[in-house]
Nanobody, 125 residues
Framework: QVQLVESGGGLVQAGGSLRLSCAASGRTFSGYTMGWFRQAPGKEREFVSAITWSGGSTYYAESVKGRFTISRENAKNTVYLQMNSLKSEDTAVYYC??????????????????WGQGTQVTVSS
């Protein structure tokens, strides 16, 4: 079992930045592809980004490519999502996820093994 706890969400103006963090505990973090999803009010949960264990493979949804950057620190069992140039349409609950898929784009098509509880990101226009 892997427990995931997100932090770093909040309220930011359009054009601003936020960095989300996801701390993993429980079973070893090793080998897991980590990722982020989001769910806006009234919409389905959607894939945002993923990164493999080594960091050698990353994948982004088209809607965030060039604005968001995913990274991880395996020594800290933590994955990050740096979000720049935020838009009102980025408003959503952001969920951290862990999966044994490889490479990273696999997380966009296969349900993750574990989910965090989510952190709210609100972008005001």
């Amino acid at each position: 079992q892997v427990q995931l706890v997100e932090s770093g969400g909040g309220l930011v103006q359009a054009g601003g930045s936020l960095r989300l963090s996801c701390a993993a505990s429980g079973r070893t973090f090793s080998g897991y592809t980590m990722g982020w999803f989001r769910q806006a009010p009234g919409k389905e949960r959607e894939f945002v980004s993923a990164i493999t264990w080594s960091g050698g493979s990353t994948y982004y949804a088209e809607s965030v490519k060039g604005r968001f950057t995913i990274s991880r620190e395996n020594a800290k069992n933590t994955v990050y999502l740096q979000m720049n140039s935020l838009k009102s349409e980025d408003t959503a609950v952001y969920y951290c996820a862990a999966s044994l898929v490889y490479p990273a784009h696999g997380m966009a098509v296969r349900p993750p093994n574990y989910w965090g509880q989510g952190t709210q990101v609100t972008v005001s226009s």
